[in-house]
């Protein structure tokens, strides 16, 4: 089949929205979906086709030739590259339909339907990549569409804050991958996956001095230097500790959004560009470490901050920090298919979630505040039961998606090795976390006593189908994608260190399934009696736990560590250099060029009066002046 159809047909939607998106307006989903939809059903085909052992490389055009650096455009078609065409634009095509009603009426209806599309073209050309150039242009095209995306409503200051913040913060993990691929191009002389791959275990025994320039010496693994240097992008993309902090405020954008970029689709490019260069962080341990803690670091503050957030969207955005830190864990540990499975299987549930919190945002007037929701279970049936299923699949509850991929993740993690065990427990005490804060959730936002204002409460109503709709497949979606064998299809070309591929029949995986289950339905249970039975207990218990209480509410203080060790800083120094370098010497030297013309021109106005005799005297006194020169000379 023509696999370049699959990214060309949304970029079609984008440039026919960007030329004429203004004359096309409100009916700009005529354009975009049946764009994404057809993109979908390749997408299948071409699942089907690697399933059946097909496996591609495209080149479409050479884009630089400089002696021996050859670089090419292409498309890579195997099994990992077709899970995530299918994620992406499943994902994707719900989000097209549902923004259909959530956007309906709002002033940039067709710009928002011509970035959406852009995005889903960036990150298809993104999973499709052949090197690691093409790999780096996507990756930077994708960040371009978050800003734009979260910054749509820019007449807001919250969503411009929002907007910067995110690119800012990925541009610092985006120039250490930057510095990565350098070192690839520096030590491989190619950018092509294959060739990389093909030579990475003779690099393997080569050491980098980082002090050369200083006059100093340290040595380092050029490998792992390469490894955590490209490593520090996904930090970045995949808002892993510290570079997590954009993803909370980029709920800012419109709900749509915040399921396609920022929960199922962009933030998960990190964890494919691990699993993708996996040939590369096989054979550097330390690189392997480094990504395994980062990843248990980031599931366990993500976790322990949304326990205690009343915005609706910041708790499922702390929700996917912390999964996203579980699946970053799996690839460090060397279980990359198990990483990629639960990261399918999220995609469905949190995409569900999200529209699910979009859902109850419209139908609340752009309410956010959950303290402001409650007893909405009977007025919003279909958000309600589809926000339970997806919170069962992202507690793990048996027979969801997410417990079957979160348990094949955490005997995964297991069986790597005494740091595997050590992580591995940590992900399973994670997962009453999970479950506590999900239906915290469910519970504050649907069940009890309405605290909807009065007024909006007598207008209460479900959404409309196009949104519901969307809801009710993701909702199969977060039970069906369990069953599709995805760690299967994968174990064969994402292999662990040494080219082992981790066994999941291991010593203690039942123990670890039923753990993991049975601290799930404790969290839901110790939720239900919290919220429902004992309202009034987590006021008195987080006066109890004060110090703990304001910790996690106030995310550990990361964002204002920032400001004072950063933003401030920056801010007191630009201060500092417009007065001393921008007030004082450039607007100094243009200021003074200025006034020396005039002064020159003032000058000059004395020597032309206008006067015949002043001229007449003028021409007398150069005459003596330059006869007495002759003269003296």
Known sequence: ??????????????????????????????????????????????????????????????WLTSGDLRIELGLH???????????????????????????????????????????????????????????????????????????????????????????????????????????VLLNFGSLEYRHVFAQAADLKGQTSNLLALLGGTWEVSTLTLICLLLFTGAVGKSAQVPLHVWLPDAMEGPTPISALIHAATMVTA??????????????????????AVTGAATMVLGASIALTQYDIK????????????????????????????????????????????GSVIIALHHEQDMRRMGGL???????????????????GFPLTAGFFSKDELLIGAWSAGALGKVLAVLGIATTFLTAFYSFRLVFVTFWGESRVDPHQAGHLHETPPVMTVPLVILAALSIITGYLGISEFLTPVLPGPGGVRISHEVPGALGIMVTATLLGLAGIALAYLLYVRSPGLPDRLAQQWRRLYELSFNKWYVDEAYDRAVVRPTFRLADGLWSKMDVAFIDGAVNGIARAIAWWGWLMRLAQSGQTQHYALGMAAGAVLILTFYLLW
């Open 1 to 62: 089949m023509t696999y370049e159809y699959i990214p060309l047909l949304p970029f079609a939607a984008f440039v026919i929205l960007g030329l004429f998106g203004h004359w096309i307006k409100d009916r700009a989903h005529l354009i975009a979906v049946p764009a994404v939809v057809v993109s979908f059903l390749l997408s299948v085909l071409t699942f089907m086709d690697v399933a059946g052992g097909r496996h591609t490389t495209i080149p479409l055009y050479t």
């Open 77 to 183: 078609v195997d099994r990992l590259t077709a899970v995530m065409l299918l994620l992406v634009t499943t994902v994707s095509a719900l989000v097209h339909v549902y923004t259909i009603g959530y956007m309906h009426g709002e002033r940039g209806y067709a710009r928002f339907f011509a970035y959406i599309a852009l995005f889903t073209f960036s990150m298809l050309m993104l999973v499709m990549s052949d090197n690691f150039l093409q790999l780096f242009i996507f990756w930077e095209a994708v960040g371009l569409c978050s800003y734009l995306l979260i910054g749509h409503w820019y007449e807001r200051e919250s969503a411009r804050r929002a907007a910067t913040k995110a690119f800012i913060v990925n541009r610092i993990g985006d120039f250490g991958f930057m510095l990565g691929l350098l070192l």
């Open 270 to 291: 990190g964890v494919f560009m691990v699993a993708r260069l996996s040939p590369l962080y096989n054979l550097s341990a330390t690189a392997m470490e480094v990504v």
């Open 314 to 357: 910041r708790v499922v955005a702390y929700s996917t920090i912390s999964q996203l830190g579980y699946m970053i864990m799996a690839c460090g540990l060397g279980a990359y298919a198990a990483g990629i499975y639960h990261l399918f299987t999220h995609g469905a549930f949190k995409a569900l979630l999200f529209l699910g919190c």
């Open 377 to 395: 279970k009977e007025k919003l049936p279909v958000t309600h039961w589809t926000f339970v299923i997806g919170s069962l699949a992202l507690s």
